[in-house]
């Protein structure tokens, strides 16, 4: 069992940047973590994933060349680093884990998921 806590999330104005973090409570080396977003009135979108050893990256459209997502097994961590932000991010961000080595992360199911952030970018 993995617990994941986000924190990093606030307002900021478009153009700016966040840096959200997922802390896992337990090992968490092995398991392959993503992130979602959901915004009022809209599904779940996911937004980018890792794998485990941090090689094997997927971003949505929609974020690439603005998000970038990294992890640091040492510290059982997962971080997006959103930049250039825009109103149409403005949702709820969640960490979700698997434990899984594959390299398969587009429309991965994941088990363990977290209470979410809320990310506000303002025009």
């Known amino acids: 069992q993995v617990q994941l806590v986000e924190s990093g999330g606030g307002l900021v104005q478009a153009g700016g940047s966040l840096r959200l973090s997922c802390a896992a409570s337990?090992?968490?080396?092995?398991?392959?973590m993503g992130w979602f977003r959901q915004a009022p009135g809209k599904e779940r979108e996911y937004v980018a994933a890792?794998?485990?050893?941090?090689?094997?990256?997927y971003y949505v459209d929609s974020v690439k060349g603005r998000f970038t997502i990294s992890r640091d097994n040492t510290k059982n961590t997962v971080y997006l680093q959103m930049n250039s932000l825009k109103p149409e991010d403005t949702a709820v961000y969640y960490c979700?884990?698997?434990?899984?080595?594959?390299?398969?992360?587009?429309?991965?199911?994941?088990?363990?998921w977290g209470q979410g952030t809320q990310v506000t970018v303002s025009s």
């Open positions: 979700a884990a698997r434990n899984t080595q594959t390299l398969r992360l587009p429309g991965l199911r994941y088990d363990y």
């Open positions: 337990g090992r968490s080396s092995s398991y392959a």
């Open positions: 890792i794998n485990w050893s941090g090689r094997d990256t």
